[in-house]
């Protein structure tokens, strides 16, 4: 776990930030039902989505919610910079 290295570290640093936003875990095998690159990729779609939403845009293929969607880390950080 991350607390193994604070023993180690010369200088540390902590954020506090939403884990909606900022935390999708990858740990389990691929098919696994939590903490897997499956339901991390649907967090990070979810959260393009918003962002996409928010920004006053629209999904046309995402009727049912299975469509995935990413935005670039590029162009983004959260919903105002993808409208920007």
Same mark, same amino acid.
């Given at each position: ?5 604070? !023993?180690? *570290?010369? %200088?540390?640093?902590?954020?506090? &930030? ?5 935390? +999708?875990?990858?740990? %389990? +095998?691929?098919? *696994?039902?939590?903490?897997? !690159?499956? @339901?991390?990729? #649907?967090?990070? #779609?979810?959260? *393009? ?11 046309? =293929?995402? @009727? ?7 935005? *670039? !880390?590029? &162009?983004?950080?959260?919903? =105002?910079?993808?409208?920007?």
């Amino acid at each position: 776990f991350i607390f193994d290295v604070f !023993p180690l *570290s010369v %200088n540390m640093a902590m954020l506090d &930030v939403s884990r909606e936003e900022e935390f +999708a875990p990858v740990k %389990n +095998a691929p098919g *696994s039902s939590s903490d897997s !690159p499956d @339901t991390a990729r #649907s967090m990070i #779609s979810s959260l *393009s989505k918003r962002w996409v939403k928010e920004a006053g845009g629209v999904l046309i =293929h995402d @009727t049912d919610g299975g469509d995935m969607c990413k935005a *670039s !880390p590029l &162009v983004s950080h959260d919903a =105002h910079s993808v409208y920007s």
